[in-house]
């Protein structure tokens, strides 16, 4: 478990937070039994299928919207509530939702992006489990455009805390060399309140 050297920002990288075996015993579950969808998002207006494939899981009332989509959550399953506790023992922070992303291969990517949304509120703890492929993640600071990659592995936990979301982007390319599929698993805590408005 190690913090990385960046300013403006909390983020702490734990490579065995899941045993190999176990890892690849829910990285199987997850691929085969989770209703995975290649949602679309609105972006300058235009109607795009986004390139990966995602579905949400949360407590009722954690509604989100998400580049412009309603995301309305599926009622946890008992491998993603225990995953759950797992992080909120790790963060000391509670959590009412996950987003389940299916990088299929190389050609899957995630934009660059800060979980800056006003639900989330401020400084959110985002704790993110990798499984199956490794991949290359990518920080971008807001301000001065400094960079910081990290190998995100089978099995590990990437958890982003304090000013992160605020100074710092994040995403991940797409890459010729990956021909395999990798699941994210990113929990955040929705509050209610906002959502609501
Ligand atoms: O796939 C990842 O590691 C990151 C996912 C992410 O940033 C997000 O879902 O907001
Ligand atoms: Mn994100």
């Given at each position: 478990m190690h913090t990385l050297a960046m300013p403006d920002a909390d983020v702490v990288y734990v490579?065995?937070?899941?045993?190999q075996t176990e890892a690849t015993a829910f990285f199987e579950q997850l691929y085969c039994s989770l209703p995975w969808s290649q949602d679309d998002i609105y972006l300058f207006g235009k109607r795009t299928k986004i390139p990966r494939l995602q579905v949400w899981y949360g407590d009722k009332d954690a509604r989100y919207i998400y580049s412009g989509l309603l995301m309305q959550p599926k009622p946890w399953t008992p491998l993603l509530l225990a995953l759950k506790a797992r992080c909120e023992s790790k963060c000391q922070a509670r959590f009412n939702s996950v987003l389940a992303n299916l990088?299929?291969?190389?050609q899957d990517s995630m934009g660059m992006h800060a979980?800056?949304?006003?639900?989330?509120?401020?400084q959110p703890v985002i704790a993110s489990i990798t499984l199956g492929a490794e991949r290359q993640f990518i920080f971008k600071h807001k301000n001065t455009k400094q960079k910081v990659a990290l190998l995100l592995k089978h099995g590990s936990l990437l958890i982003m805390r304090g000013l992160t979301q605020s100074y710092w982007q994040h995403g991940m390319n797409k890459t010729k060399r990956v021909h395999t599929p990798r699941i994210n698993l990113t929990f955040r805590y929705i509050n209610r309140k906002s959502v609501e408005r």
């Amino acid at each position: 478990m190690h913090t990385l050297a960046m300013p403006d920002a909390d983020v702490v990288y734990v490579p065995q937070f899941v045993k190999q075996t176990e890892a690849t015993a829910f990285f199987e579950q997850l691929y085969c039994s989770l209703p995975w969808s290649q949602d679309d998002i609105y972006l300058f207006g235009k109607r795009t299928k986004i390139p990966r494939l995602q579905v949400w899981y949360g407590d009722k009332d954690a509604r989100y919207i998400y580049s412009g989509l309603l995301m309305q959550p599926k009622p946890w399953t008992p491998l993603l509530l225990a995953l759950k506790a797992r992080c909120e023992s790790k963060c000391q922070a509670r959590f009412n939702s996950v987003l389940a992303n299916l990088y299929r291969d190389g050609q899957d990517s995630m934009g660059m992006h800060a979980d800056d949304e006003i639900e989330l509120g401020n400084q959110p703890v985002i704790a993110s489990i990798t499984l199956g492929a490794e991949r290359q993640f990518i920080f971008k600071h807001k301000n001065t455009k400094q960079k910081v990659a990290l190998l995100l592995k089978h099995g590990s936990l990437l958890i982003m805390r304090g000013l992160t979301q605020s100074y710092w982007q994040h995403g991940m390319n797409k890459t010729k060399r990956v021909h395999t599929p990798r699941i994210n698993l990113t929990f955040r805590y929705i509050n209610r309140k906002s959502v609501e408005r």
